[in-house]
């Protein structure tokens, strides 16, 4: 541990500075983003880099999010190592543009400070826009607070241009609650930082001795064969981001792992949570804990491979789930993570039982105190067999 | 004629090589044909110009139709300044 | 990549054209001219090809008929590609990992007029160093014929068609090299097939320019398909809309707008809007109303121009 963190510093940066930071490290060639909160200071940030010639890169200052994302498709067809960024509506703007990324095979990297959609307008934090994007075919992960986001963007670049992925990869942090809050963690050193990217392995696609065609008309006699490999790149990236996260762990002396565990191996509750509120998850298991329950948490860190190995092996020895999800999918059984768990341990493991809370919409604050009502809410509820519906926490009735 | 390869086997994110549209002829598109007299031809390349396909192959300053690809529109025959090319129907 | 010089003859263009035949555009087809041409008039370049009918046609799976590098992402976003594709190409060129070369954006008047309006004029106010070609066929071609910013006052077209009431499109043709022209870019130009040197010379001069920054042309490609004439009347069609001032030949270099084109006798509207359908009904007596809004435009249209090139430097 201690090697490994000689060749790293510490540092206080916000969640937005700090995947700039990375960015930086990253070298990458060129950036193209338009400013919306809660990411604008990402962008300000490697603008001021850029400007003051700490980063050597092409900086495109677009004029929309569907010409940002469309920039960065141009620029890594034609080799550059990109990075863009956005949140809510932007991320909504480029959504045509999300599909065109991840069907050219592109290794592009967005940082995604999550933010609520319209309307009504929200400029706070909630996962509407991440979970909008699942079926998009990018990699998706969420970093809990600055170190999370500063290690998974610089791991996202290796994933991405890994040869057997060549996927854009996306990762999301809570908006204001991560992006605007300074802590400080551990970052790697830049010589570090080279050393585990290592040689570029994507080059330009665009060659004038090689002419290609990009983005062709592919019929019905095509399109399924093109979809069917892409879906196995995503499969290929479940190795690779095993690979990437040994390898990251080796250097850093942080491994991560796809769902986080806390208190979980003699646990009967999980309480299932993504970003921020997987931090105040824990406190209120620790207390809950001190009162005789035996309760864990399961943080998810990767959502998209979704990490079905590990989630069917974590998930399927509890009695009780409590899935807490900060989106609303309207008319749906229940929220996006629930299906996702669900159709991982059912029917097998008919045993273990469900239930799905809503919370924290547009910013709405969720404490400590509040998850441990959701945990006395939701075993009662399970334990009563009241589970069919997607229950409602923190919104006034 | 169309794709017929495995998704092991397509190309990388809707990619293929450039200039495989050489393998699509398009000849049965047309009903009636070019015909050059040479005679009457002074090889002032416009016909080669304009050919949209490019269905007129030129070699130097000498011009053949490319009877493969030409979908007849007829333009060489039209935009030919010595009316050295006619549109004859083709044969049913 | 140094400065192109204008050719003078046909023969001096390459003998075989990087676009190659086995493409599925229509017989005739004006923009098929023009992308050939594109091939024929510069050595080599990247085309960023937004949807269309060119894009459609040239690159059915596992067909392309482009033997130079080719990308196309979406319908409106290939002025942002084009940005994109410029800024890595120059970057990775200068340490040696690419080679740099011209980017040529590729779109309809459907892509440039509408959709993709916003993008270009982004990367028009960025200076990008690229190169904006529109095909104008007046349409949205592609997609069955439907109007256009581009549409000519009263064309019929699938969604504005020479129905009982309403004869047409009612409304002008957007000024694109206006809208252009005023992001002050180095060059900007319109051309169309008839005037084939004119346009090949346009076409390179616009790629020296994207050396320094953005360059736009405007070609005029007739639809016949979508103008319902003959086919092989591409090129007189083309010649019409120039000599009956339609569609006027100037370019604005530097900032100074210069006619290329003076017809010495203007040929009367009515033989063009003749001979194609989507125009013909334009000479019935109940539609004379909207012939005299078309004829009172071409000849505002063309003092406004003559009026601008004696303005001097204001663009």
């Known amino acids: ?397 | 004629m169309g794709a017929s390869v495995t998704w092991r086997e397509i190309d990388l994110g809707g990619s293929v090589a450039g200039g495989t549209s050489e393998k699509y002829k398009t000849g049965n598109w047309r009903v009636e044909r070019p015909v050059i007299d040479y005679g009457k031809c002074v090889k002032c390349l416009i016909c080669w110009l304009y050919c949209p396909e490019p269905a007129i192959i030129r070699k130097g300053n000498e011009v053949k139709i490319d009877y493969d690809y030409c979908k007849g529109c007829g333009i060489c025959a039209e935009e030919c300044p010595t009316k050295a090319i006619s549109m004859v129907p083709e044969e049913v | 990549m140094s400065k192109l010089e204008p050719i003078s003859k046909i023969s001096d263009l390459p003998e075989e054209p990087k676009l190659r035949p086995g493409h599925r555009l229509c017989a005739g087809c004006g923009p098929a001219i023009v992308a050939k041409i594109i091939t024929l008039a510069v050595p080599e370049a990247v085309i960023v090809n937004a949807t269309g009918c060119i894009e459609v046609s040239t690159t059915i799976y596992p067909y392309s008929a482009w033997k130079i590098p080719w990308v196309h992402v979406l319908f409106q976003n290939n002025a942002a590609v084009a940005s994109g594709i410029a800024a890595a190409l120059e970057k990775l060129s200068a340490e040696g990992r690419a080679r740099k070369i011209p980017v040529i954006a590729l779109g309809g008047d459907g892509s440039t007029f509408d959709i993709g309006l916003g993008a270009i004029s982004g990367a028009l106010e960025r200076f990008d160093k690229f190169v904006y070609i529109c095909y104008d066929n007046e349409s949205y071609a592609n997609t069955g014929l439907q109007r256009s910013g581009a549409t000519p006052l009263g064309s019929a077209t699938t969604t504005s068609p020479a129905g009982k009431v309403i004869p047409g499109k009612q409304e002008n043709k957007k000024d694109l090299i206006g809208i252009v022209a005023s992001h002050h870019i180095p060059y900007a130009a319109t051309a169309t097939l008839w005037l084939w040197r004119d346009m090949i010379n346009k076409i390179r001069k616009a790629v020296s320019y994207s050396e320094q920054g953005p360059a736009f042309l405007h070609i005029l490609a007739p639809c016949q398909f979508g103008w319902r004439y003959e086919p092989h009347l591409t090129i007189k069609i083309s010649r019409m809309a120039v000599e009956t001032r339609l569609f006027p030949i100037y370019e604005i270099e530097n900032g100074q707008l210069k006619i290329n084109f003076r017809v010495a006798k203007p040929a009367p509207v009515e033989e063009y809007l003749k001979i194609q359908r989507r125009t013909r009904h334009l000479l019935e007596p109940k539609n004379a109303e909207t012939l005299q809004r078309l004829k009172d435009w071409i000849e505002w249209n063309w003092q406004r121009l003559e009026n601008l090139e004696k303005a001097g430097r204001v663009f």
Not at chain 1, 49 to 54: L, N, P, S, T
Not at chain 1, 300 to 312: C, D, H, N
């Open chain 1, 1 to 397: 541990m201690a090697e490994a963190l000689s060749r790293q510093h510490r540092i206080a940066l916000t969640g937005n500075d700090a995947v700039a930071y990375a960015v930086k490290q990253a070298k990458v060639d060129v950036i193209s983003a338009y400013p919306i909160t809660p990411q604008t200071f990402v962008v300000e940030t490697l603008s001021r880099y850029v400007y003051d010639g700490e980063l050597d890169a092409k900086f495109i200052a677009v004029e929309s999010e569907h010409s940002a994302m469309s920039a960065v498709i141009g620029a890594a067809l034609a080799g550059a190592r990109v990075f863009t960024a956005t949140s809510s509506q932007g991320l909504a703007y480029m959504w045509e543009a999300l599909y065109a990324a991840s069907g050219l095979r592109l290794p592009i990297v967005m940082a995604l400070a999550a933010r609520a959609l319209s309307a009504p307008i929200n400029i706070h934090n909630d996962h509407s826009d991440f979970f909008g994007m699942r079926d998009a075919g990018w990699i998706m992960f969420n970093g809990e607070e600055a170190q999370e986001t500063y290690d998974l963007t610089i791991m996202a670049y290796k994933i991405a241009e890994d040869p057997r992925v060549l996927l854009p990869v996306v990762v999301s942090y809570d908006g204001f609650i991560v992006s605007h809050a300074i802590s400080d963690f551990y970052a790697l050193n830049d010589d570090l930082v080279e050393e585990f990217l290592g040689k570029r392995t994507t080059g330009p696609r665009i060659d004038p001795d090689n002419p290609r065609s990009f983005g062709v008309l592919a019929l019905q006699d095509s399109y399924f064969e093109f979809k069917r490999q892409q879906y196995e790149a995503m499969e290929n990236s479940r190795q690779v981001i095993q690979e990437v996260f040994k390898k990251y762990g080796e250097i850093s002396g942080r491994e991560y792992k796809p769902i986080k565990e806390y208190m979980t191996e003699d646990a009967e509750t999980c309480i299932v949570a993504m970003g921020s509120t997987v931090g105040t998850a824990r406190h209120a298991a620790k207390t809950l804990r001190e009162k005789g329950e035996k309760v864990g948490v399961a943080g998810i860190l990767q959502y998209r491979p979704w990490p079905t190995k590990e989630a069917e092996q974590l998930f399927s020895k509890f009695k009780r789930i409590i899935v807490m999800e900060k989106t609303i999918s309207p008319g749906a059984r229940a929220g996006p993570t629930y299906e996702d768990i669900a159709s991982t341990i059912y029917p097998k493991h008919s045993n273990v039982k469900m239930i799905d809370f809503t919370y924290g919409l547009g910013g709405r604050d969720i404490s400590v105190q509040g998850v441990i009502e959701i945990y006395k809410q939701g075993k009662e509820l399970i334990d009563k067999d009241k589970t069919d519906k997607v229950c409602f926490y923190g919104v006034r009735e």
